[in-house]
């Protein structure tokens, strides 16, 4: 059994696992809730009471946080233990830190008899400024669950060395039983064709320090050249009301659209008519600087030159080696500078995309590992 992040090696993962143990359940979670991505037909699984705990007003959702918090974890609880008794799952891969510490203590307590554990990043120690829901979250209960996930699981799949060597810094001694680095190869989603494109796109959460209101600054510089637009895709933040009235204080809320949260089965006719993807983080102490960002591997897979800052950590390196986009500075004159270079040569880019991925079709399977 699997229960894994909706990601950007959702496909892969499930083909890996499926040819390996076709008997198996893997459950996809987001923000919207848990789904059944994939059964043997002979199991009777719906995905009605998978759904989390969750308001739509992010108002309402912050003040009760903590009550949403325990109600989810509960909840998972009673899912890994309705598995575990209905159909005896022996293994289970946990992609979510929370939902490892459970399942290791099941694991602890015979209920399961092996544990793979799949941390995205190590959040602890992170110094950007934050609310006191994401402080006491960030750096008291996240280590604290991810050290007995640790602890309990057989094998832990770190994306990164520096995840490994903060959580080792952080409890002063070596914190799991197994470390290992692994991330899932990419594939090529999008049609490979050289025709242009005008459109810029930012994935994911808007944050404080994700950069973009240097974009929309820029963006009346950048129109000057050349005739583009902002695309902006994910869920809801309070960073997008200010995003909008400075668009309009530049002149440019007609050349920004706002698509909210989109379904990674969307992916591709949303992403189709984008020539650059973003992740300009500002600051260093962004806990991203420790881990693989997944919207880069989004950007990637569906051919799509990035501009990025050093700030995004070890991918950063990558992208200059094999010349996926462009790593600069976070400023208005160098973001407008790279925009415009890499619309003039998003084919080349494109290009160089494309034979990065097939490089990686090699590289290892998780099925390795269970």
Known sequence: MAYKVDSFDNDV???DIVIYRPNSIILIFNKQGIRVAYK????????EGLSSFHFSNPKIDYFVYPLMFVANLLKVLGIFLYFCFKYRVNTIIVENTF??????????IGLVKKML????????????????????????IFPVFDYVACKFSDITLNCTLQIIEERNKFWGKSASNKDVLFVNRLKIKQDMSNVLKNKIVFLGLLRDDSGVNFVVSSLPKIRKSVPVSLKMIGNKSHQELFIKKLAISNGVEKNIEFMGFTEKEKFKEALKDCFCGL????????????????KICDYLQYLIPVV???????????IEINKLGV??????ENISRAILHVYKNQVQYRNNIIKYLHSLEKEESIVKYI
């Open 40 to 47: 043997p037909k002979n199991y009777d699984i719906k995905n």
């Open 308 to 318: 990025v800052t050093k700030n995004i950590g070890p991918m950063a390196k990558i």
């Open 13 to 15: 993962f499930i083909e």
């Open 279 to 294: 992740n300009l983080v500002t600051s260093k102490e962004s806990h991203t600087s420790k881990t693989i960002p997944a």
């Open 99 to 108: 939902a490892a510490a459970i399942v290791g203590i099941l694991r602890k």
């Open 117 to 140: 554990y799949i941390p995205g990043d190590w959040l602890a120690g992170n110094v950007v400024r934050m609310g006191i829901w994401s402080h006491l979250g960030n750096n008291i």
């Open 327 to 332: 790593v600069i500075d976070p400023t208005k």
